[in-house]
């Protein structure tokens, strides 16, 4: 091989390193770019969830609309049948919501304590009844379940507070004797300890 051939040779070799080291630089900086994308919609997606999974109350007093609605065990409901006790209204995705289930049986433990506290609770969901007692056999809960349309979910305004647009949040009404709203507590995360529960229902009782 000539001098000249060599030479030509060895420029090609290092064009070609080169070519491939900005090539590698690019796909690596492409790389960073990626992961800190990614890192960024992740923190995002975070952040939204915990900023949409925060509860939200009120205190704000009105007088609560009245309703009548037929239980799972063929009952109906008025809200003016309750008048003089105070009532509880917990509206739930119900059905396929094992935390919504669970949250009932858990209030059901604590039946003394509402008692105590002259508190009638009324589980409202927008289930069929053949839905919504399967759910609540198999964990044992007693108390019978309130089937709405959608109008009281709606009145109270609890639609689209939870996962689904048309089904009610994870949410609690208080009413007192005189059938004024007292206390009115969202929580998206589908969870409120009983004995939280309790201390909202004493703190806007005696307000």
């Given amino acids: 091989m000539s001098h000249k051939a060599a030479e030509q040779s060895r420029n090609e070799r290092r064009q070609r390193a080169e070519q491939a080291a900005r090539a590698s ?4 900086r492409l790389r960073m770019m990626i992961g800190t994308a990614s890192a960024l919609a992740l923190v ?10 925060r509860p939200e109350s009120s205190d704000a007093i009105r007088t609560a609309p009245e309703f009548t609605l037929t239980d799972t065990g063929g009952s109906e409901h008025t809200l003016a049948q309750h008048r003089g006790e105070n009532v509880l ?8 919501c094992q935390s919504c289930i669970v949250q009932m049986g858990e209030i059901e433990k604590q039946a003394a304590a509402f008692e ?3 508190v009638t609770v009324l589980p409202i969901v927008m289930n069929t009844r053949e839905q919504i ?8 809960v007693t108390t019978p379940f309130l089937l709405d349309d959608g109008t009281v979910s709606e009145a109270y305004g609890t639609l689209g507070k939870g996962m689904h647009a048309e089904l009610p949040g994870h949410s ?7 059938g004024r709203q007292r206390w009115y507590g969202e929580y998206p995360s589908m969870w409120l300890a009983p004995q939280d529960l309790l201390d909202e229902i004493r703190s806007n009782l005696s307000a």
């Fill in 44 to 53: 995002a997606a975070v952040t939204a969830m915990m900023l949409t999974s």
């Fill in 116 to 118: 105590k506290l002259d």
């Fill in 133 to 140: 007692t399967a759910d609540v056999t198999a964990n044992g």
């Fill in 25 to 28: 630089g690019r796909r690596r």
């Fill in 172 to 178: 609690f009404v208080l009413i007192d004797r005189q």
């Fill in 89 to 96: 209204l917990y509206f739930s995705e119900g059905a396929g």
